[in-house]
Each structure stands twice: as C-alpha cells, then as structure tokens.
C-alpha cells in the first residue's frame, strides 16, 4: 500500500516554529498513534500532510508524489480525514452528511449511485449511526456526532485515514466503540493515523506508535517499545504503571515525575 514519506519537514504558525526536521514514513495496513505533549505538533503534522499548511523546509510526499503536484480531489478519494472535535455545522439530515464523503469520487470520476449508495450504507452501518440517517446532524450528542463524521470520512473508502483526537470528551463506551471502529478499518486493509491522549487506548488498538515532543520525533515503534516508563516521564513528565490484561497492554498514568512536578 503506498503511504506518505516525509523528509525533514519544518512547519511554522504564526510565524513560530511547530514542526523542526521531521522525517517520517507512514503507510501500510495498521493504525499508528499519534501522541506527545500538547503543542508537540501532533495537530500541525496531520495538516501539514493534506496540504493544508505549507513547509517550511523539507517534503511531504504522497505515493511517491510530491503533495503540491497532486490534484485534490484525487488525493482526497485516497486519503480520509477527521478534524479535532469532529465539527459540523451544516442543518443536514445525518444521511446527507455522511453522503457528503463520497463528493471526492464524484469530482475525480462522475457519478456512480449504486457504489455511493453502497459506501454510505456501509459507513452508517460501521460506526452504528443507521438509525440517526433521518436526524438532523445539529441535533446530535457530541458522541453521534463523532461517529457521523466518522461515518463521513469512511465513506470516501480511504486508504489511508487520518484522525484527529476522535475519542477527545468522549464517554468510555463511544472511545472504545470509536477506537473498535478504527481498529476494524485498519483489519480490512487501511492504514489509520490517529492523534490519541490516552495511553492504554494507544497500547491497546494501535501496531505502532509515534511520540511527538517540541516538534521532532522523540521515538517510533510498537506500543511495547515506546511506551515505556522512561520514554513517558522524559516526554510527558509523569511516571506510569505498565501492565497486561490478558494479551493487551495498558499504561496508567500515576503521578508527575521527580524533577518535573514543579513546572
């Protein structure tokens, strides 16, 4: 499956640095987690590969080809995207909205009703929002919506989805139903980048986990490797309880570590 490469990526805002030398290799099937500090550049990374924000040095490449030299509309049939807070704001029936995701292919191909019809059916069915089609999409609880704008992104049957903090405010039911739904996704053959706070949903659901901290790459490999005692306290400045539930792996923030408690 092709991917993103990015070499030596600087990203500024607001004319202050955010990102500074990143290189990075994403693709393939799994889910990968995205997590740091706040500010670490987690956000800014995820624009910085739509094209959304410019670098400032270094490349972003997608399949081989440079992000300013793809048209959009064929990239967006390829690569899906869940904005922080899953925002909406349209007065839509929840069927609309999520239908919105296939506009992509109708843009780079023409119509196809059956293969919409099929992809939107899909999508409702796999975030379990069939019975909200009706509904309107500003009527909905802050867990619905996330899981609409989910079902939106997946009906553009991306190969490569990324997601930004979509379980943030969630209640455990829906973050653990959000995070089965990505898990699912990346199972059928998608790579999924998910930006993630909580550490143990990191440890649980994703292959492989990439740490942000000041906007460099602190560290990159599978939840084992990375989410160790000492990486968490030197990044995020507390210590952690790691441990096993029969074979998944959780991390348990306890406490600020020695030296850090104070800042």
Not at 32 to 45: Q, W
Not at 133 to 150: I, N, P, Q, T
């Amino acid at each position: 499956m092709s991917g993103y490469a990015v070499h030596d990526l600087a990203v500024k805002r607001d004319g202050h640095p955010v990102l500074d030398g990143l290189s990075l290799d994403i693709g393939g099937a799994g889910v990968v987690g995205l997590i740091g500090p706040n500010g670490a550049g987690k956000t800014t990374l995820l624009k910085a590969l739509l094209g959304f924000l410019p670098a400032a040095r270094g490349s972003v490449a997608f399949d081989g080809v440079p992000l300013a030299r793809w048209n959009r509309a064929a990239l967006a049939c390829r690569v899906g995207y869940l904005a922080q807070g899953a925002p909406c704001a349209w007065p839509m029936a929840v069927a609309d909205v999520v239908e919105l995701g296939r506009w992509p292919h109708r843009r780079s191909r023409g119509p196809n009703a059956k293969a919409d019809a099929a992809a939107v059916e899909a999508a409702m069915n796999a975030t379990g929002v069939t019975h909200l089609a009706a509904r309107s999409a500003l009527e909905l609880s802050g867990g619905e919506r996330v899981r609409v704008m989910l079902a939106r992104a997946l009906a553009g049957e991306p190969e490569l989805l990324l997601a930004d903090e979509p379980v943030a405010g969630l209640d455990p039911h829906y973050q653990l139903q959000v995070m089965e739904v990505l898990r699912a996704l990346a199972d059928a053959g998608s790579a999924v980048v998910v930006v993630l706070h909580d550490l143990t949903l990191a440890a649980r659901f994703c292959d492989r986990v990439v740490v942000l901290e000041a906007g460099q790459l602190k560290a990159d490999g599978t939840p084992a490797e990375v989410l160790t005692p000492a990486t968490l306290a030197e990044v995020f400045g507390v210590t952690v309880h790691v441990g096993r539930h029969a074979e998944d792996l959780f991390v348990l923030p306890w406490g600020l570590s020695p030296g850090r408690a104070a800042e």
